[in-house]
Structures are given as C-alpha cells and as structure tokens.
C-alpha cells in the first residue's frame, strides 16, 4: 500500500453535516474534506485553549462586529493605534496574549455560580 493510501481514513458523517462542509468550503476554494479538516483543526484550538464553543462564538461574534464597526466608522490610522496593533502582534505572536485568555476564562468559570445537578 502506498503512503498516500495510508494517510486517510474513512469516516461516516452526517448528510447535513457534509452539505454545510460542502457550502462552506466553496468559496474558499476548500474540498469538502479540506473543509471538516479545517473545523477539526479549529474544534482542537478552542478545546486546547480551555474555551468552550459557546466563548469562542462569542469571542468571534465580538471580533467581527468590532472590525464592522471600525470598517463602517473608517477609522484611521494613528501612531497611537499602530503603537497599539504592534503591541497586540507581539502579545499574540509569543502567546502570551493566549495564556492570558485561558487564564480570565479560568478565573471567571471559577467565579460563576455551580447549577444544581
């Protein structure tokens, strides 16, 4: 058997499931393969990063909406704001910027009230 015939492996998912894939993946010029690798590589970021899928909807929902706004608003450029993106790429860049976002998602689960079981 050949390396390539080694490398995959089928697996059964749902009709709905390959269709979403399959719209999604268009117009990034994905397969639809392509297109579940990329949401398991994300699914394994947010798992790792200790968010839950609801946070990091959330947390995308609000990066989205900011950069609407800032597109609808034309906001120019400041040495103030570069000052402030170069700050945030060498935050992000040493994962620190990460590390601090596991630990307030740790601490505000911590604070948040247990339900009932």
Same mark, same amino acid.
């Given at each position: 058997?050949?390396?390539? =015939?080694?490398?995959?492996?089928?697996?059964?998912?749902?009709?709905?499931?390959?269709?979403?894939?399959?719209?999604?993946?268009?117009?990034?010029?994905?397969?639809?393969?392509?297109?579940?690798?990329?949401?398991? !590589?994300?699914?394994?970021?947010?798992?790792?990063?200790?968010? !839950? $899928?609801?946070?990091?909807?959330?947390?995308?929902?609000?990066?989205?909406? !900011?950069?609407?706004?800032?597109?609808?608003?034309?906001?120019?450029?400041?040495?103030?704001?570069?000052?402030?993106?170069? =700050?945030?790429?060498?935050?992000? $860049?040493?994962?620190?910027? $990460? =590390?601090?976002?596991?630990?307030?998602?740790?601490?505000?689960?911590?604070?948040?009230?247990?339900?009932?079981?």
């Amino acid at each position: 058997m050949s390396q390539a =015939q080694a490398a995959f492996a089928s697996v059964k998912l749902p009709s709905a499931l390959v269709a979403q894939a399959r719209e999604a993946a268009q117009p990034m010029r994905r397969s639809v393969a392509g297109q579940v690798e990329y949401w398991a !590589t994300l699914g394994r970021i947010v798992e790792h990063s200790g968010l !839950t $899928a609801r946070e990091a909807q959330t947390a995308i929902a609000n990066y989205e909406a !900011t950069a609407r706004n800032a597109l609808a608003n034309k906001v120019a450029a400041t040495p103030q704001a570069d000052a402030l993106l170069a =700050q945030y790429m060498a935050v992000e $860049a040493d994962g620190s910027l $990460a =590390q601090r976002v596991r630990e307030v998602v740790t601490q505000n689960r911590s604070k948040a009230p247990r339900k009932a079981a």
